[in-house]
């Protein structure tokens, strides 16, 4: 036996039931596995028998169902485009000629006015609305009873029950010539609204991986054996080859270096605001940027195998995860469709056979369809996202994926990155232990280096409004240690305690015991030193964010459990978490140790991931809910499920509130919808007719499915007003 595993990109997919689909019917081939169809990533995973299944016949298999089968991403994502431009089309055509036919309605012409809300009515039908029509013939071929057949029976019956009363008007007493063409519009034109959210969030769902892809470098400059430097694709290093890494240039791949020293950017890995002093035998990741110095590395890893592509890996497996979210009105519909038609033809034959009316048999169980037509229930969903994507918008809440609105309120765990999420990750002086006189000196000398500490300093400084009109001369930027420079003679030194001591700088008890307990706080420190003497220390800090330590308070009222997973250092972390209220914390962990984290997590309940950084967008993506930043990278928010647009963290609270408020709309608008079928649909079968002589006729049908409609509409509305 040959086990070979098979991954496609398969297009055409409009809900969880194809995908489903897909997978009962493959897995009814002999010699396939295990199948795993994600209908969000567009993505198949086959495990065959190479001996009794060939993956052209499954190929075959799968178009056979009416599906596409892309060769590439790039195939993929043109098919994606090309389906969501089609589907924004129909919903545009449906949605003008239903409002034609509403003005129609309220200013009437004369005589030819059903025939033209006919001719439109037709159009909406079987163009836009013969999507419907083509998926639900695609469901009851897998014997799947979803909406699509549901808006296919109650428009059709609402639609050609109106047209024989426009075209035939003389087969149905005066009383009964009503026409119900808006209706079955208008469910057409907002099923297609919610559909059309759907895929749009879709459509975001690979942006991520294209733009982290973008971060490899693509070219290296490779040293050959004659010590000459050229210039190769990154992809083609092999492990050895001695590569050249120019100051500002990116990482060519996962490396060590065996000459030269630099400050590395690794923020897009550890997520560490301060670039990190390496030097021979230290490694270096690709993608990270090279800030300070030149260096010789020797490749360890091929681009396939670094860091950054493991990133990728890991994305894409977290991107094709099973949504959780539950599809409650297709399940419902499964039971709830067959039941309406065999009511519906059981009311014919017992009006048939027993009052021997031919023609109330017709109506009442033409009446039966039409109150069952699913207009409620097809609205009872979309209506409540809309109105719950459009509050969180005006919150500053940028809901990308609408389904995770469903699995806010049941999470867990709410995970936190630190730095630029709970703190502003920016470097900034927390104290400045100097004395006045020397710090115009120093924040001088600081000014002429880019360096994030220097640019703390210099910025205390104006904030204090020092003077930084020192001559300051002979700037040296000594990497990993700190700054060196001239003034009027004498020896200016800013860095870490082994500046000073390699250059014999005398230091007080007072200074050096400040210095260590800064430390010891898990702050930053830097020692500044002016003609061989110390004279003070310099304490650093990445501010708290406003609003951190209440949403941590709040998360609690919640019984949510709040963790601090973060690439800083362990003492920085801790003190920072003691801070807020935070017991849980992970340090020192790197993009994929943090992906396992999460995955650990999820073993036990619902997880939300919240973060800013390039290094967070694996965990956003793996988390049952991701939420980045606005001011993050653009990967980490095509990652994340919400963007938190204000950047303000209580926003991290208002999203839970809209969740709970936003699943208790929809559950009740799916009461009510079935409420009124559970009513309506007896009173339109005739049940009461032998008791009180009372028959619901189509046209109080359609005005109870109105009302259950404007009953939905109304109550989803409620949304747009409620308090987060």
Request: hydrophobic content about 45%.
């Amino acid at each position: 036996m040959s086990k070979e595993k098979i991954n496609l990109n398969i297009s055409g997919m409009t809900c969880v039931n194809c995908s489903n689909g897909i997978e009962r019917v493959v897995n009814k081939m002999e010699g396939l596995d295990n199948s795993k169809v994600n209908f969000t990533s567009n993505s198949g995973e086959f495990t065959i028998d190479t001996q009794l299944l060939d993956k052209n016949q499954l190929i075959t298999k799968i178009k056979k169902l009416g599906y596409g089968v892309e060769e590439d991403i790039q195939a993929l994502e043109l098919a994606k485009k090309q389906s969501y431009i089609k589907l924004k089309n129909l919903f545009l055509i449906s949605a003008f000629i239903t409002t034609c036919m509403f003005v129609l309605m309220f200013f009437p012409i004369k005589d030819i006015n059903p025939f033209i809300i006919f001719a439109l009515a037709s159009i909406v039908q079987f163009y836009p609305g013969g999507r419907f029509y083509s998926l639900a013939f695609k469901a009851i071929s897998h014997k799947n009873y979803d909406m699509n057949v549901l808006v296919a029976l109650g428009t059709s019956a609402a639609y050609f029950y109106s047209a024989f009363v426009v075209l035939l008007p003389d087969l149905f007493p005066e009383h009964l010539r009503f026409v119900y063409f808006d209706g079955a519009s208008v469910i057409i034109t907002f099923i297609l609204l919610g559909r059309l959210l759907e895929e749009r969030s879709k459509g975001k769902a690979t942006d991520f991986l294209k733009n982290l892809m973008d971060l490899a470098p693509l070219n290296a400059n490779l040293i050959d054996e004659n010590a000459e430097i050229k210039s190769v694709l990154a992809k083609d290093l092999h492990v050895n080859d001695i590569v050249l890494i120019k100051q500002g240039e990116k990482v060519s791949t996962d490396a060590v270096i065996i000459e030269g020293k630099a400050e590395i950017d690794t923020s897009m890995i550890t997520g560490e605001p301060m670039p990190v002093y390496k030097t021979i035998g230290d490694e270096v990741i690709a993608g990270t940027i090279n800030k300070t110095g030149t260096l010789k590395v020797k490749v360890l890893k091929q681009s396939h195998d670094t860091t950054l592509s493991k990133i990728i890996s890991l994305l894409n497996d977290a991107g094709s995860k099973k949504l959780p979210i539950a599809r409650f009105a297709d399940k419902v519909a499964n039971i709830f469709v067959p039941t309406v038609i065999a009511i519906s033809i059981i009311t014919f034959f017992a009006w048939f056979f027993i009052v021997g009316d031919t023609l109330s048999a017709i109506l009442a169980s033409i009446s039966v369809l039409i109150i069952s037509c699913p207009c409620a229930l097809g609205l009872a969903t979309p209506i409540a996202i809309v109105s719950s994507v459009g509050k969180g918008a005006r919150e500053g809440i940028l809901i990308k994926n609408p389904e995770i609105l469903e699995i806010i309120k049941d999470i867990k765990y709410a995970v936190f990155d630190k730095t630029g999420t709970l703190t502003k990750g920016e470097i900034s002086v927390k104290d400045m232990f100097i004395d006045e006189q020397y710090l115009s000196i120093i924040a001088s000398t600081e000014l002429q280096s880019e360096h994030p500490i220097s640019q703390a300093i210099v910025k205390y400084a104006k904030q204090k409004e020092i003077k930084l009109d020192k001559n300051i001369q002979d700037l040296q930027i000594l990497a990993g240690l700190g700054v060196s420079a001239d003034y009027e003679n004498q020896k200016i030194l800013v860095g870490n305690l082994t500046l000073l001591e390699k250059n014999n700088i005398s230091i007080s008890p007072q200074i050096l015991e400040s210095f260590e307990g800064i430390l010891k706080q898990g702050y930053g420190a830097v020692l500044a030193s002016i003609d061989s003497v110390c004279v003070g220390v310099i304490s650093l800090e990445d501010s708290l964010k406003e609003g951190a330590e209440q949403l941590i308070t709040d998360l609690k009222k919640k019984n949510i459990v709040p963790i601090l997973l973060t690439g800083d250092n362990e003492t920085t972390a801790k003190t920072l978490a003691s801070k807020i209220g935070i017991e849980l914390v992970y340090a020192e962990v790197l993009p994929d140790e943090k992906y396992k984290v999460i995955k650990d997590l999820q073993n036990d309940s619902k997880v939300m991931f919240v973060g800013d950084g390039i290094n967070d967008s694996v965990s956003i993506k793996q988390a049952d809910i991701g939420v980045a930043l606005n001011s993050g990278s653009d990967i980490t928010k095509d990652a994340g499920d919400i963007i938190l647009m204000n950047n303000e963290l209580n926003s991290v609270m208002k999203s839970i509130n809209l969740s709970v408020k936003t699943m208790k709309t929809i559950k009740q608008n799916l009461f009510w919808a079935f409420f009124y079928n559970t009513l309506g649909i007896p009173l339109a079968a005739g049940v009461l007719y032998p008791i009180i002589g009372v028959m619901l006729s189509p046209m109080y049908a359609g005005i109870a499915m109105s009302f259950s409609s404007v009953s939905v509409v109304l109550n989803s509305l409620r949304l747009k007003f409620a308090k987060l």
